[in-house]
């Protein structure tokens, strides 16, 4: 194995533990009706390197699945919507604070119908709290995380490696 390999297999395996962390710390925020999943401030990672992605769908279906009360099956739909909203995050990364409304989309749509289905609940309310609840995660804690991880020498340097 090259390296570089190895560096990439390690950020993504720590990106993945990083984030099944703070969903264990704060499940009574992260999962049912109303989340604010504080892990979710790890995808502003995807600015910096795209890969992280990997890390972030990884760690998103390890954390439903060890402690959703939904289990495997949330593993799955979430990490659904994880790929589809970092993809679109992706496609519009040029633009940071639209890029960030994706997550909250895709999560909205796709958690929101899970949750609707299975505990038969309506549709939008809960598509609506899921959505508010990423995107308070994402532009009141990621955003200005990025805001200071994109100046920061250290951080750039060790990233980029």
Same mark, same amino acid.
């Given at each position: @194995?090259?390296?570089?390999? +190895? $560096?990439?297999?390690?950020?993504?395996? @720590?990106?993945?533990?990083? $984030?099944?962390?703070?969903?264990?710390?704060?499940?009574?925020?992260?999962?049912?009706? +109303?989340?604010?999943?504080?892990?979710?401030?790890?995808?502003?990672?995807?600015? !910096?390197?795209?890969? *992280?992605?990997?890390?972030?769908?990884? #760690?998103?279906?390890?954390?439903?699945?060890?402690? *959703?009360?939904?289990?495997?099956?949330?593993?799955?739909?979430?990490?659904?919507?994880?790929?589809? #909203?970092?993809?679109?995050?992706?496609?519009?990364?040029? =633009?940071?604070?639209?890029?960030?409304?994706?997550?909250?989309? *895709?999560?909205?749509?796709?958690?929101?119908?899970?949750?609707?289905?299975?505990?038969?609940?309506? !549709?939008?309310?809960?598509?609506?709290?899921?959505?508010?609840?990423?995107?308070?995660?994402? $532009?009141?804690? #990621? !955003?200005? @995380? $990025?805001?200071?991880?994109?100046? =920061?020498?250290?951080?750039?340097?060790?990233? =980029?490696?």
């Amino acid at each position: @194995m090259n390296k570089r390999l +190895i $560096y990439t297999f390690t950020t993504q395996a @720590m990106l993945a533990t990083v $984030y099944v962390v703070l969903v264990y710390a704060f499940q009574f925020l992260s999962f049912e009706k +109303i989340q604010f999943r504080i892990a979710e401030l790890l995808i502003i990672f995807v600015f !910096f390197d795209k890969k *992280s992605i990997i890390g972030l769908t990884i #760690g998103t279906f390890v954390a439903n699945w060890l402690f *959703s009360p939904f289990g495997i099956l949330d593993a799955l739909v979430g990490s659904l919507a994880t790929i589809i #909203g970092l993809v679109l995050l992706i496609i519009f990364n040029k =633009h940071k604070l639209v890029a960030l409304i994706f997550p909250a989309i *895709s999560n909205a749509i796709i958690i929101g119908l899970m949750i609707s289905i299975l505990d038969q609940i309506p !549709f939008v309310p809960i598509a609506i709290w899921v959505f508010i609840g990423e995107a308070v995660v994402l $532009y009141v804690l #990621g !955003f200005p @995380m $990025y805001k200071v991880l994109k100046d =920061h020498p250290f951080f750039i340097e060790t990233f =980029h490696q």
